[in-house]
């Protein structure tokens, strides 16, 4: 497998091309060299804690065993992750959930076909020196998510609308995750902002920053968004999921099996698996990192579906897009179990 990290500037450039020019028809795959099924994923930080199993399951050989052939691109945003797939330059997006139900209110049809997590794993962290003490303080502040129209940006709308705060009344600055996150804390470009491991690790561990919100358990997110919130996924065209059922249910079964193994290993175990880089020269700050969200992972990769439900209230509270066709979304459309229920079966 090939792992490519893509610019803003070469989305830009892909997406321009797909406008002017015909583009690779995502909706059938394709064949690699090797004659297997070739299937393009981009996954909106491959890097981070909560998106984990897109890489461990290339570690692992999953997909191999599948006989697949899995290109990984890595993205920091997955917004720009959810922008390449629409335009039809992936296959498939490892991201939140809650893009779903944001591209079916504006007319696309995107399905989350493994739901690998039904909590977000992010936290709302805040520099030490900063006056925010809840959401209600987040008046006047300048926030940090990864872009604007990510996942990051939709949670972080979502607690300021529950204190009444609208989102004219802070400013989201772009920062992405890990050093610039962390950057644009030192510097004073953000008060705080939405962040994963190991960024969290990083800055709690250095004293930089504290958790305002933690969502990397259930209870935690439950207690910020009032219910469940389905996350980390794997969604794909609609189109794409009717024409090659027999792809989607190879990687339905490759990320199912590794969601098992994360089940049955430790941290420890964990990061021995994943490529050394991640770990940024502190074994166990990564570890430390993985310990403390790995309990958001599903071993059955099924969608919560009072969860699903959760997330609409959630994006209809702040939303412009989907509070206005909140009683017109379809969430049947936005998910299926079908698949990962056929892998259990298998085994």
């Given at each position: ?5 893509i ?19 995502s ?77 079916q ?14 909590i ?40 300021a ?20 996150f ?31 919100y ?37 990687l ?14 430790s ?17 166990a ?17 099924k ?13 209809s ?31």
């Amino acid at each position: 497998m090939r792992i490519r990290r893509i610019t803003g500037a070469i989305v830009a450039l892909a997406l321009a091309a797909a406008g002017a020019s015909a583009c690779q028809d995502s909706r059938t795959a394709q064949t690699g060299a090797s004659g297997k099924p070739k299937v393009t994923i981009i996954v909106g930080g491959l890097e981070k804690v909560i998106y984990l199993p897109a890489m461990l399951t290339q570690q692992l050989g999953n997909f191999t065993a599948q006989g697949l052939d899995v290109e990984l691109q890595g993205e920091q945003s997955g917004a720009t992750a959810e922008t390449s797939l629409v335009a039809k330059q992936v296959d498939g997006v490892v991201g939140f959930y809650d893009h779903t139900i944001d591209l079916q209110a504006k007319g696309q049809c995107i399905q989350s076909v493994v739901q690998m997590a039904n909590i977000p794993g992010e936290a709302e962290m805040v520099g030490t020196k900063a006056a925010i003490n809840s959401s209600a303080d987040f008046k006047g502040a300048k926030l940090g998510v990864t872009s604007l129209g990510s996942s990051t940006d939709f949670l972080t709308k979502a607690l300021a609308a529950k204190a009444g705060v609208g989102a004219d009344q802070y400013t989201p600055v772009k920062v992405g995750a890990g050093q610039t996150f962390i950057a644009s804390l030192d510097n004073g470009g953000i008060d705080g902002g939405m962040t994963t491991d190991p960024t969290i690790a990083q800055l709690t561990g250095t004293g930089k920053a504290k958790v305002l919100y933690d969502m990397r358990t259930a209870e935690g997110t439950k207690a910020a968004l009032g219910g469940l919130y389905p996350a980390t996924s794997l969604y794909l065209n609609c189109d794409f999921v009717q024409r090659n059922r027999e792809v989607v249910q190879k990687l339905a079964n490759a990320f199912v099996a590794t969601l098992k193994w994360i089940s049955q290993h430790s941290a420890e175990e964990i990061a021995a698996k994943m490529p050394p880089s991640y770990r940024g020269g502190d074994q166990a700050l990564y570890v430390k990192s993985i310990k403390d969200s790995i309990g958001m992972f599903n071993a059955d990769g099924k969608m919560d579906a009072d969860g699903a439900k959760n997330v609409l209230e959630v994006l209809s509270s702040f939303s412009t897009n989907v509070k206005p066709r909140k009683d017109s979304i379809d969430l049947s459309k936005t998910y299926t179990t079908e698949f990962v229920e056929a892998a259990a079966k298998q085994g």
